[in-house]
């Protein structure tokens, strides 16, 4: 299996996070989960891995503001330049703000941290001074996922896996939030809806916030996500049942809120529904953000997914025969997670 990978993802290591309460934590989407899978990767006998090719700014401009796109590459400069206690020890802060733009259609402030509050969701999505290229980098492979599926000649359904980090889900068009800055499923998705219709179905565990928004008024690409109902979960604000789309985009987004506990068997119930409806939808490719967050046991989840249950969830999901580039997302219990993700992974190689 072709699977795209970069480096530099270890240039983004924020030293902390801020939990419920104002907890600072160590940042828990850190650099030992890429190490745990691909430890597991290059004990199969199948992962074949590639470095990402560089696709330039656009197709990430064809999703995302460029005006968040330029905060994101220059805040960190900015940020050492206006505060000298940083400057002094760069390596022991992340950049966040203080104070969210909330319910209002504000003005972009002018000042860095007036931005900041403006284009930053919540708490765990810190910068620090390689977070932009490692951005970038990860939306470099989630398109080479793509491109790989598009271009490729095998006699069955192709597949690739973007072995993205930082994750995406969480990023909308013009704001960062939960590890994510830059939402590679969908500028991958996005590349792709010009060759014909894509469906994104997200299993990461947190509802798929940003792709959601991203695609909310577009009816060529189809996004479902399953995860943790909002009502006790991150994002809380967004992922209800009864949010389908708007205008031309109406019934082409959809969402499967499970509650706390949810095993295999309530996990397969709602994946088995949400198949159906991509079939419906008859898409040419499908993109698969794939968190790992459901498995029973993970810090960040409340359901108990099994690694057997990750096993059906790949062969229910390969059934539908589609094109799929699979794109990482979360995923958080780091000891089971390699294998977990190789589990994944077997249903299409
Ligand atoms: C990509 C992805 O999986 N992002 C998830 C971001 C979740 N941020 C959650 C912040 C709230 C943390 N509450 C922690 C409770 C731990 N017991
Ligand atoms: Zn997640």
């Not at 790949?314 to 580039?325: F, S, W």
Request: aromatic content about 12%; glycine content about 8%.
């Amino acid at each position: 299996m072709k699977i795209f990978y970069s480096d530099n993802h270890r240039k983004h290591q924020p030293p902390f996070e801020v939990f419920d309460g104002g907890k600072r934590v160590p940042y828990l989407e850190n650099t030992d989960r890429m190490d745990r899978i691909l430890t597991a990767l290059k004990k199969t006998d199948w992962a074949d891995l590639t470095p990402p090719a560089d696709f330039g700014l656009d197709p990430i401009y064809a999703v995302h503001d460029r005006d968040y796109i330029a905060f994101l590459a220059s805040c960190w400069t900015e940020w050492l330049a206006l505060d000298p206690e940083v400057a002094a020890s760069p390596k022991q802060n992340a950049f966040l703000p203080a104070t969210f733009a909330l319910r209002r259609k504000p003005r972009v402030p002018s000042t860095l941290l007036g931005k900041a509050g403006y284009y930053m969701m919540d708490l765990s999505a810190c910068i620090v001074e390689g977070t932009y290229e490692a951005a970038l980098a990860s939306a470099n492979c989630a398109l080479s996922a793509a491109d790989f599926i598009s271009l490729s000649t095998v006699n069955r359904p192709p597949s690739s896996f973007a072995f993205c980090r930082p994750p995406g889900h969480h990023a909308g068009k013009d704001y960062a939030a939960g590890y994510c800055f830059i939402n590679n499923s969908s500028v991958a998705a996005n590349w792709l809806s010009s060759k014909g219709k894509v469906a994104i179905l997200d299993i990461d565990y947190h509802a798929g916030n940003g792709t959601q928004d991203i695609f909310y008024e577009r009816n060529d690409v189809l996004t479902i996500s399953i995860h943790g109902d909002p009502d006790f979960e991150y994002p809380h604000y967004i992922g209800y049942a009864d949010e389908t789309g708007v205008g031309a985009g109406l019934g082409f987004h959809r969402n499967f809120p499970l509650p706390k506990g949810t095993g295999d068997e309530g996990y397969l119930t709602a994946l088995d529904e949400a198949l159906s409806l991509i079939k419906d939808f008859a898409p040419k490719y499908l993109v698969l953000s794939t968190g790992m967050d459901t498995f029973d046991g993970d810090p960040l989840g409340k359901f108990k997914v099994t690694r057997d249950g990750f096993a059906e969830i790949g062969r229910r999901i390969a059934a539908l025969g589609l094109p799929t580039a699979i794109v990482m997302e979360g995923g958080y219990a780091n000891e089971a997670l390699g294998q977990n993700v190789v589990t994944l992974l077997e249903n299409f190689k």
